[in-house]
């Protein structure tokens, strides 16, 4: 009786050994749980949006709204007036350079402003140059001619560039420094040279004429 009692206890045990639900409950309780929450996306980088030139000027009930793309040596260059009576047609053109200011002015005091686009060239020398528009009367624009400094030959003497152009009272400055023999670009020692103009009508239109040029 003892010999079948104790080989009936051997056998349990040997069933429990081998039960595999206890081998699924101890697997389960030692496995580590997993986090399946998906990652937040990454935000792609953006490549930056070139500066650009844009102001809107007014003046006598006229606006002009200047735009530059101004991302390379060469530009587009637009010009949007309103409130002229006649024609407010969109004005774009290529440019040399970049816009750096533009200015509103009535220089011939006639009740009609005018209209001053200043552009600076790539490179070392930073050439200026000036686009510019008169009001006739309100009703349209006409384009306002500057003669190229080259043309002046006492004025451009020493000239190599690093202009400015400024309203200044009834007239348009420009000023630049003065190159002796043997400077280099970035070192001038000479003065600095103002040019001023005056707004007169022309023969085919309006015309900037100097009428004084000074040292500082």
């Known amino acids: 009786m003892k010999s079948n009692y104790s080989a009936f206890s051997l056998l349990l045990l040997l069933v429990a ?9 101890n697997t389960s309780a030692s496995t580590p749980a997993v986090d399946t929450q998906p990652e937040a996306p990454t935000a792609e ?20 709204t200047v735009e530059s793309t101004n991302a390379g040596s060469i530009n587009q260059l637009t010009i949007t007036p309103s409130g002229l009576k006649e024609d407010n047609s969109i004005i774009s053109s290529e440019i040399d350079g970049s816009v750096i200011d533009a200015e509103v ?49 006492i004025n451009s ?23 002796n023999e043997g400077d280099t670009n970035a070192s001038p020692s000479g003065k600095t040279r103002q040019l ?14 100097l009428d004084k040029s000074s040292e500082l």
Not at 127 to 139: E, H, K, T, W
Not at 157 to 179: C, I, W
Not at 196 to 209: C, D, N, T, V
């Open 105 to 153: 002015a009535d220089l011939d005091a006639n009740g009609s402003p005018e209209l001053y686009v200043y552009v600076q060239s790539a490179g070392s020398g930073s050439y200026g140059s000036l686009i510019a528009y008169a009001v006739n009367n309100g009703m349209s624009l006409s384009a306002i001619y500057l003669a190229p400094l080259e043309d002046d030959a």
């Open 196 to 209: 001023e103009y005056k707004l007169i009508p022309g023969e085919a239109g309006w015309q900037l004429k």
């Open 17 to 25: 050994c081998s039960n595999p639900g206890n081998e699924s409950d």
């Open 157 to 179: 003497k020493g000239y190599m560039g690093h202009d400015q152009f400024s309203v200044v009272e009834n007239t348009l400055a420009r000023r630049f420094p003065v190159y």
């Open 45 to 64: 980088p953006t490549a930056e949006a070139p500066a650009g030139f844009s102001k809107t000027l007014a003046l006598q009930g006229i606006e002009f």
